[in-house]
């Protein structure tokens, strides 16, 4: 046998040998690699959620849970809207003005809002973190007053809240309820958890 056939032998076997190294050290790396990204329960706790509004008539509202917290988003009527602008007097800051829960610039209006027909916020009471529910207008609850225009009530303690979110005065809750960042990708799809300047 020529030195010639054994110098191309050789070199047959050392090109498979370092392939199948390579092949076996890309097999360990990835799985390795990957072990840094975040896991799915962290990329949903955080991540952007998408929400189809469509089908939200006019005075209905739905929930969506964000970052593990019940976002609501309410399809307000005309009446509502108009009726905003004549609660300034009952409402302990209704210009959202405290700081504790800071508020996008384009929901600084009346309504907190992007577009004045729907609102979006976080459905927990600033107070001690309870859950809140909607009383309608003329629902007869005990536990509003008797020219009540709708809104939110949280039963734990009796703060009360406009079709806007804003806290009305003398109430336990501190500050109105949060506006969580969100924009509009389309008229029916709304992104909660980001906006154009994140």
């Known amino acids: 046998m020529s030195d010639a056939a054994v110098d191309q032998g050789r070199r047959t076997w050392i090109a498979i040998t370092c392939g199948a190294g390579a092949v076996g050290g890309a097999a360990v790396a990835v799985p390795f690699v990957s072990t840094f990204a975040p896991s799915e329960r962290a990329r949903a706790a955080g991540a952007p959620v998408e929400v189809d509004i469509s089908k939200l008539a006019p005075g209905d509202r739905m929930t969506v849970e964000w970052r593990g917290k019940p ?7 005309p009446e509502q809207i108009e009726q905003l602008k004549s609660l300034d ?38 107070h001690l973190g309870c859950s809140p529910g909607g009383v309608a207008k003329g629902s007869g609850n005990a536990s509003v007053p008797a020219d009540w225009p709708g809104g939110f009530l949280c039963p734990c303690h009796g703060s009360t809240f406009d079709l806007a979110g804003r806290v009305y ?18 008229d029916t799809v709304l992104l909660i958890g980001e906006d154009k300047k994140a």
């Open 71 to 77: 976002v609501w988003i309410l399809r307000r009527t």
């Open 89 to 126: 007097g009952q409402l302990a800051d209704p210009n959202s003005e405290r700081t504790a829960y800071p508020i996008p610039e384009y929901a600084k209006n009346t309504g907190r809002s992007i577009k004045p027909e729907f609102l979006v916020v976080i459905g927990i009471c600033t």
């Open 169 to 186: 005065k003398n109430k336990p809750a501190p500050d109105n309820l949060e506006v969580p960042p969100h924009m509009y990708l389309s």
